[in-house]
């Protein structure tokens, strides 16, 4: 049994499928959506996980009481030796350089010659194609197919010591690039320097890039809103944009909003930083912050008039987002469902006036070797009524869980991971606000 920096990470996970198995009477489970068997081999390629070629298929299959085994495309699946981690319990590996047909094929021929051609098996049912399912139903007929969507989601949502430990280097590695970022600005920097800057802070604390050491992780911000107090430091942005403002507001809104991911050792963060080059404005000082309708992930703001707002206008919203995340978040309980979750906070919401006429939309989603895992609890409109997918069974919250918490009014948005412990949520780090007031 080879040792790896991943060991505490390995430990649970087969524990956990091992006791599910148990519990369920279950021969084997057979993993099919691609996150999710990244997440067992503790290595999110995201290029080759992204590509929707035939070739790229792996199928990974842990049986309850032998060695689990990775058929198909296992170069771009399996972790790296070198890096320390590939899983201890998958040891067992079959390349197959071919199309999905011959992964499949070589999949039921190992399920036949290890005697699991009887027996019971979990899939993920909601992400297996239907004509794959069938596939596998015809070649295998006394198998016994058992849906086991919740089994990854509900494993991945509690995390363990040492992943919480590495979450947290995260954001604090985010939360110093922002602030190195922010710092080299105000020096007179530009956008680009600014960049460099980031990015050699990331370095300094670990943090990762397009073309590190695992060649697809990165460490940037994924929009900048181009907005500067100081018109000098708006003019050099002006001479070389990048990207766009996240609801399309004119580059000459004063604001900072940088949302900025950071990757430590395959851990992210995702965080939302809001900040001025100059001082803090005058409450009564007017910003142009639109004259149409814009929309984002769907919903949509209309600017009235000439779309100039005041900063205590602004400066109210970004308040509300900052208290009512936090108040909303403590809804959420040990032992809760996501359904139960969602409910908690939506009735949260309905008995807060204020931030029920201000507050637009939410992601509370968890965090991992990918930004968003699941589950996610999601209002694209407060109060959308949407009722609950049918699942075989719900994804419950315990203490251990890592989420990362993102609100929406019609100016702001605010993103910070928590922690869920016995006695509640607490932040991973304590980002710093816009507002000094």
Not at 49 to 62: F, K, N, R, T
Not at 125 to 152: C, G, Q, T
Not at 310 to 324: A, I, K, N, T
Request: glycine residues 6%.
């Amino acid at each position: 049994m080879n040792e790896t920096g991943w060991r505490e990470k390995d430990d649970y996970t087969i524990r956990e499928i091992r006791g599910y198995l148990e519990r369920e009477k279950l021969d084997a489970f057979i993993p099919w959506k691609p996150a999710h068997i990244a997440y067992l081999t503790n290595y999110f390629d995201k290029v080759h996980v992204g590509i929707p070629w035939d070739e790229m298929i792996a199928m990974l299959v842990i049986p309850r009481d032998s060695d689990a085994f990775l058929a198909g495309a296992t170069l771009h699946w399996a972790g790296l030796p070198e890096d320390g981690t590939q899983p201890w319990w998958l040891r067992e590996f079959h390349p197959v350089w071919e199309s999905s047909a011959k992964t499949f094929e070589k999949t039921i021929a190992l399920i036949r010659k290890k005697r699991m051609d009887k027996a019971r098996i979990g899939v993920e049912l909601k992400w297996m194609p239907a004509m794959v399912y069938r596939y596998f139903a015809n070649a295998l007929p006394h198998v016994e197919f058992v849906p086991a969507d919740s089994l990854i989601p509900q494993l991945r949502l509690v995390k363990t010591k040492r992943e919480q430990a590495l979450m947290k280097h995260a954001a604090e590695t985010g939360l110093r690039c922002m602030e190195a970022y922010m710092q080299a600005l105000r020096n007179g920097a530009t956008v680009r320097e600014a960049e460099l800057a980031r990015a050699r802070r990331a370095l300094d604390f670990g943090g990762e890039f397009v073309g590190g050491p695992q060649r697809v992780s990165w460490t940037g911000g994924t929009d900048v809103t181009p907005a500067w107090w100081d018109a000098s430091v708006r003019r050099r942005y002006e001479s070389s944009p990048i990207g766009k403002t996240w609801n399309d507001s004119p580059f000459d809104s004063p604001i900072l909003v940088t949302h900025l991911e950071t990757l430590y050792q395959f851990y992210y963060s995702d965080l939302a930083w809001h900040e001025f080059i100059g001082p803090e404005p005058a409450g009564a000082e007017l910003f142009h912050w639109g004259n149409k309708t814009v929309s984002h992930d769907g919903g949509s703001v209309v600017f009235k008039g000439d779309g100039r707002v005041s900063y205590d206008e602004l400066c109210g919203d970004f308040l509300l987002l900052r208290r009512v995340q936090r108040e909303a978040i403590r809804t959420i309980k040990p032992g809760m469902d996501q359904w139960q979750a969602k409910q908690a906070v939506d009735d949260y919401l309905a008995s807060d006036r204020e931030a029920r006429e201000r507050i637009t939309m939410y992601f509370l989603h968890s965090l991992g070797l990918e930004i968003h895992e699941e589950p996610i609890l999601a209002a694209r409109k407060v109060f959308d009524g949407a009722a609950p997918v049918p699942v075989e069974r719900a994804i419950r919250y315990y203490p251990g869980a890592v989420m990362s918490s993102e609100w929406f009014t019609n100016y702001w948005t605010v993103e910070e991971p928590f922690l869920m412990t016995e006695t509640g949520w607490e932040p991973l780090i304590e980002l710093k606000g816009l507002v000094s007031r």
